[in-house]
Structure formats: C-alpha cells, structure tokens
C-alpha cells in the first residue's frame, strides 16, 4: 500500500517487547516504516532504501558471542542509525566501544541528564529527562569518533552520537509513554536527521491504496467477509471507495450477534454507504449445529466450519468474483512471519475464510497489511465510518457462543443480547465505555432465586466482565463505580425477562481468561 517513491524508515528487530511500538510512534510522526527481523537478508535491507534504520532493543547480552549482531553494512550505508537499548550495545561493539555487564541494572523510571547541543534532543528544554529504562548491560567505552550526549544514575554512558556520521545510541527506551519526550526524539530522527517527510496520513494512505487496489484487481469483482468488526469494516469501506458496486461482501448473520447488530452492519454499508451486501440469516443453521453441545472447543469449531460452509456457498453464487479481501493486518503479518521477512499470507482464523476450495481459485486482496490497528481506526474515521463502529471493543468471531456458557439455545441468546446492550448502553451513558478495554455480559446456564416484583423468581444469572488491558495477554478487572454497577444491575433484572441474579467479575488474567469460556 504504501508508496514506495515515499521517505521511509526500517526497523531492525532484535526481540524487544516494544519494537512494535517503535514502529507505530515512527508511523504516527508520518513516516512509514517496516520490521525486519535482525537476520533479514541484506539485500532485502538494501532494497527497502531506508533513508534511516532504527536498531531495536531486545532480550540477549551483547557480553556473549553468539548473541545477535546488525549486519556491518548497516553502518556502511551511509544512512542515519539510532540504536535503542540492545541496538545501542550492539553498535557501541561493533563500532570499537564496549559493553559490559553491570551490577547497576536499571528498570523502571529514571533520570537522564543531557549534554551539549546533541541534534537528536532539538525541542527539549530540559537539562534532565523523565525515561523508562530497561537494561541489565551497559555502554562502558564509547567507538572512536562519538561523544557522550546522556547519562544516568547507573549508566554513565547512557546517550552517545557520531554527530558527523549521523550514528546515535540512547540506552532508554524512547517508544515507551513513560519517557517523557520520548516523541520529540523520534520525531527529531525520523524527520530533522534522516529528511522524511510527513507524508504517512490518513487521506494519502487512502489514495495510495486505492490506486493499489484498482491497479491489482482490474475489473474483477471482489468477494469480503464482512463481520462488523472495525477491520473488515474499513475494508469494505475502502475497496468500496476503490471499485464501488464490484465489490460484493458476504454478512453471516449466525444469530450469535449482540442486540441489533446485523441490522446497523446493514444500515451503515448497504444503506449509507451503498455497498452490495448479501445478507444472509443463518441463525437456524447454526443454533442447529450447535444443538446438544457444551465443550467450548467444540463449539467454537462448529461455529467455525459452519461458517465456512456458508460463506463459500454463497461465493459460489458470485460466478465473476476472482479476488478474496480480507482484514489482515501489520500485527498478524509480523507476528505470524516470525524471521520470513513478513512475505507469509495469513488468513485471519476468526474470519474463517481460510478454507475456501483451490478450485475457486480466488486471489487474496489485504489492504490492511501495512496498517497498525490504531493507523486502521484512523482509516475508518477518514473514510466516513461511525465513530462508535470504529471504537468498538474486541468481539470474538463465535460471538455469543462462548459467551453463553454450555449448550447455546435461542432463548439464552435472547436473554444475553438484552443484558449485554443495557449494560453497554449504561458504559457509554457514564463514558466508561472507552476507558474499558473490552466488556460484555455472559449468560451463565444456572437459576438462582430471587424475588422479582412480589413473586418469589427463579432465574438465569448474568455475568458481567469488563477488564482493561493493552495487549490481551494479561488483564486487570475494571472498577466501574458501584453506582454504576447497581444502575446496571438493577435495569438487566427489571427490564430482562428470565433473569434474577447479577454477578461482576473480579478475576484478573492470569489466571482467568477474558471470555469465560
Ligand atoms: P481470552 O478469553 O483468551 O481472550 O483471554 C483474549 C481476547 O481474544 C478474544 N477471543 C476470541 N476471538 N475467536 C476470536 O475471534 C475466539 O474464539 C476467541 N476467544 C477469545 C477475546 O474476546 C479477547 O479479546
């Protein structure tokens, strides 16, 4: 998608937990930028043209031999490098300096103090910068040619810069929020040191892609799953934009949706937008299949294959369509890449498109590869999309099915999507809602007794989840004010035949999961 005549920077990954962030702080200072893992070959790195190359940080000890080293050329490109953390050790050895390991290791919040006029802190007034360190080494020797811009408490040695060759270590992390002007420095690289310009924005990333989508699928029709969800949400936005009633996308509407659901799906694209969308209600397929099964493995398998089934039998039905769209994105690509260079395909496997025959023969058409989630949102705004569609939480592809616990039957879904829209409706009423990484309600299969009105009740419980977390590994329970969750509570009892009981749930992941199932 993006422009290859464009100013660009590449990212060289030694392992760090932020490289990722790295490259989305580069991205939102308007440069594109990619990943490649340390051992990438270097023809692929020269072919990138970087106008610049950032050395991730990463987990190993330059102390020890077999560790990774950045390819000498890197140096020999004559091209501005900023090493970070590890990419600061490495290129102090490599350049004649040391490294060495050190009892002062340093994590967490620290103070560094700058030196002189160094053109990678242009814009900080301070003498001394709030940074998040995170180092068990540390520079001990300087190469040849660089001078000492920082340092710190225990690392003496904590920003160095060849001024002249453009070559610059920081030991601190600057992606991270934690570091103060940790933006400002990046932005001093990418734009005052290496010359890009601000040219990775929204409206030209649109136009760029959009040429590429046309040059790429001619005047085939195109096939998309559309599930709602925020990617392929904007890629239908976009392919619409790009091939207008060539682009046919598929909505299943399993009957696991949440409240209304597949009718705003319809609202905001066939309605507002004017996309060809083949609705297809399957709600009875499903619940059918899913019939007598409680295992969530299993289900979640049943829910998958059907879907399978039904989205290739209604492509079938599109005799002229020769290309797949899909919502893959930047994380998918490189996490699934591992050290491939990010040229492996992914199918996303909550999308269940995976397994559509050989025989049709279709192309894959990912114009969300390059993209970052957030640079995805950002997309989806430009492009006209709902604010409150391209900030939904995470939903997972079975949808209620993992959310009702045990065996799925209609009457449970009722319940649920009844519970689940007042309990959101009441989060974004106390703009709670976007505070909250993700919450939902859960339909637990058990009755409880309560009394409803002045009749002794014994109904189902509902559950109510919302945590917050910034990656899904791990995650912490929200503290939605009581208040709030007595609103919440009250409303589900009151106004949802069938349910007695409300529950919150203040387990953190680890050890419990997200979903409950
Ligand atoms: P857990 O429950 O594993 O969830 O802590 C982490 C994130 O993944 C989502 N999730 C799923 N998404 N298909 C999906 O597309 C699934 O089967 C599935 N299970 C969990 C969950 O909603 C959360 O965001």
Redesign the pocket.
């Known amino acids: 998608m993006h422009d290859p005549h464009a100013d660009h920077i590449l990212v060289i990954d030694f392992g760090s937990q932020y490289t990722q962030l790295i490259a989305r702080n580069i991205r939102e200072a308007g440069v594109y930028c990619e990943i490649y893992p340390f051992d990438a070959p270097m023809q692929a790195i020269n072919e990138f043209k970087a106008r610049g190359i950032i050395l991730s940080g990463g987990p190993e000890s330059v102390t020890t031999e077999e560790t990774p080293r950045a390819y000498h050329a890197i140096f020999e490109q004559g091209v501005p490098v900023l090493g970070i953390c590890y990419g600061m050790q490495t290129m102090a050895a490599q350049l004649g300096g040391a490294v060495e390991n050190s009892d002062h290791k340093e994590y967490g919040h620290a103070m560094i103090n700058l030196h002189g006029h160094c053109d990678l802190f242009t814009g900080i007034e301070a003498d001394s910068i709030d940074v998040w360190m995170s180092h068990g080494d540390r520079v001990s020797a300087i190469p040849e040619g660089f001078s000492v811009v920082g340092e710190s408490k225990n690392a003496p040695l904590a920003a160095f810069a060849d001024v002249s060759r453009h070559f610059y270590g920081i030991q601190f992390h600057p992606e991270v929020t934690h570091t103060r002007e940790g933006k400002q420095i990046i932005s001093n690289f990418v734009h005052g040191i290496c010359g890009c310009a601000r040219e990775w924005v929204p409206a030209n990333i649109i136009q760029q892609s959009i040429e590429n989508m046309r040059a790429q699928v001619g005047k085939d029709e195109v096939i998309l799953g559309l599930s709602g969800g925020v990617d392929s949400s904007v890629v239908a936005a976009l392919l619409h934009e790009a091939i207008g009633e060539k682009l046919t996308c598929i909505f299943v509407d399993n009957g696991l949706l949440r409240l209304d659901e597949g009718d705003q799906v319809m609202q905001v694209f066939a309605e507002n937008l004017g996309v060809t969308v083949v609705r297809v209600d399957a709600e009875e397929e499903f619940l059918g299949a899913l019939k007598g099964e409680s295992d969530p493995e299993i289900k979640?398998k049943i829910?998958?294959n059907k879907f399978i089934e039904i989205f290739e039998r209604e492509a079938r039905k599109l005799d002229n369509a020769r290309w797949l769209a899909q919502g893959t994105i930047y994380p998918d690509v490189i996490e699934s890449a591992g050290n491939k260079l990010g040229k492996a395909k992914v199918i996303?496997?909550?999308?269940n498109v995976g397994g559509l025959p050989d025989d049709m023969e279709l192309g894959l058409i990912e114009p969300l590869r390059e993209l970052f989630k957030d640079e995805v949102r950002r997309l989806g705004v430009e492009l006209g999309l709902p604010a409150k569609m391209i900030n939904r939480?995470?939903?997972?592809?079975?949808g209620l099915g993992?959310r009702i616990l045990g065996e799925v039957k209609k009457e449970f879904a009722d319940i649920l999507r009844q519970a689940d829209a007042i309990y959101l409706e009441e989060l974004y009423r106390n703009d709670l809602y976007d505070s909250i990484?993700?919450a939902?309600a859960v339909f637990l299969p058990v009755k409880s007794v309560g009394v409803v009105g002045d009749n002794r009740a014994y109904e189902y419980v509902i559950a109510l989840r919302a945590?917050e977390?910034i990656d899904?590994?791990t995650?912490s329970w929200s503290h939605i004010p009581y208040d709030v969750l007595g609103t919440i509570s009250n409303r589900i009892i009151n106004e949802v035949r069938g349910v007695s009981r409300v529950a919150y749930d203040i387990s953190g992941?680890p050890p419990?999961?997200?979903?409950?199932?």
């Open positions: 979640r829910i998958g996303k496997s909550h999308h939480h995470p939903f997972p592809g079975p993992v990484s993700q939902f945590v977390t899904f590994m995650a992941k419990a999961t997200i979903e409950w199932e």
